[in-house]
């Protein structure tokens, strides 16, 4: 038998496909095969409308590479601090108000850790609050009330006052 087979009832000659075995093009006698969908299609469709949906939700005003979407570490060194002061971060000190007339950062806030439950309206939420105290100890109790009170963008400084001011960062006196 030749690779090609002929219909008798048309007389013409079906070529075949290139890859076949010798069927012809037009075979009627087998049953049309179920339409399925390709699941890796019906996956890669899910997965472009999840991730154009997510573009569409982001928040606008902020890129995600600015520093107010960013998730701040929970400890922060303090020139990291120095930093984030200088983009104008809210710098909450959580010392007495005797430490804090020795020696505070200019621009921060005094709010004694001791306060800071019943004051946690005075703290900006769409702010990163850096969490100041003498050495960097309170400073972590600070911020974890804050954390737990949903300020995600709080970090407490490493090192605290003491060492921000060996830094040479600026510090004032007084109330």
């Not at 105290?133 to 490493?158: E, H, P, V």
Request: hydrophobic share 35%.
């Amino acid at each position: 038998m030749s690779q090609s087979k002929s219909k008798q009832s048309t007389g013409k000659t079906a070529a075949p496909k290139s890859g076949t075995t010798g069927k012809t093009a037009s075979s009627r006698n087998t049953p049309a095969k179920s339409a399925k969908p390709n699941l890796w299609l019906i996956i890669a469709a899910v997965v472009v409308v999840a991730v154009i949906a997510a573009i569409a939700f982001l928040p606008r005003g902020n890129t995600l590479d600015s520093p107010a979407s960013a998730s701040l570490p929970k400890e922060i060194s303090v020139a990291q601090a120095k930093e984030l002061y200088d983009a104008g971060a809210y710098v909450l000190d959580v010392r007495q108000p005797e430490e804090w007339n020795q020696v505070h950062i200019p621009g921060s806030t005094l709010i004694p850790l001791g306060e800071l439950n019943s004051r946690l309206s005075e703290v900006p939420k769409d702010k990163q609050v850096v969490v100041v105290c003498r050495s960097g100890n309170r400073s972590q109790q600070g911020r974890d009330i804050l954390r737990n009170a949903g300020f995600d963008q709080a970090s407490s400084m490493a090192g605290g006052v003491n060492e921000w001011s060996s830094a040479g960062y600026p510090t004032v006196s007084g109330p």
